[in-house]
């Protein structure tokens, strides 16, 4: 009698870790409703080609639909209008990234603004996502045109005698509107 008393307890104890168990899942809204959340944002200074990018990794929490697109908003550092990139979202890939066109006027720990809108193939907004990128590293690290001039790696010739890509007297991007 004694052990199916301990049987009893013991099964009524695992019904009650479990319920306990199910009760601890997510059911928030904190999580409802997301398709994508950000897993990398970053600013490449890419010194061969002279240029600088904003760039947001994507990683998604759903499966993914074709005709998904994903539009971003990228705060122009050298003032004036977002600059705006469209990309479509591949169901197959693990991650969507986001890339800026060339930036000018990057200052170093100043953030800013990415707006991104995930959209169904109608043109739905499905999901927004603000966030906000800062750079380590200002423009001035970077060369005044680029080190190498094709796929070979060909020196620049007309950096012949600056190894650090810096010309004398080279004109610089108007950073007069930059915010």
């Given at each position: 009698m004694s052990r199916k008393i301990l049987r009893l307890i013991v099964v009524g104890a695992m019904l009650v870790a479990a319920a306990t168990l199910g009760a601890c899942r997510d059911t928030g809204k904190d999580g409802e409703g997301r398709l994508f959340e950000i897993s990398g944002r970053l600013v490449v200074f890419n010194y061969r080609l002279a240029r600088a990018t904003f760039v947001v990794t994507l990683r998604p929490l759903q499966p993914m639909e074709e005709g998904q697109v994903a539009v971003a908003s990228f705060q122009n550092p050298a003032g004036g209008e977002p600059l705006i990139v469209e990309q479509k979202i591949w169901p197959k890939l693990g991650k969507v990234s986001l890339e800026s066109p060339a930036l000018s006027c990057i200052v170093k720990d100043k953030p800013y603004a990415?707006?991104?809108?995930?959209?169904?193939?109608?043109?739905?907004?499905?999901?927004?996502?603000d966030t906000?990128?800062?750079?380590?590293?200002?423009?001035?690290?970077?060369?005044?045109?680029?080190?190498?001039?094709d796929q070979l790696y060909t020196p620049n010739p007309e950096l012949a005698g600056h190894p650090d890509g810096k010309l004398p007297g080279a004109p610089?991007?108007?950073c007069s509107k930059a915010g």
């Open positions: 990415i707006s991104i809108s995930i959209k169904d193939a109608n043109g739905a907004i499905l999901q927004k996502i906000t990128l800062m750079s380590t590293q200002d423009q001035s690290v970077l060369p005044d045109r680029p080190l190498v001039i610089k991007p108007d």
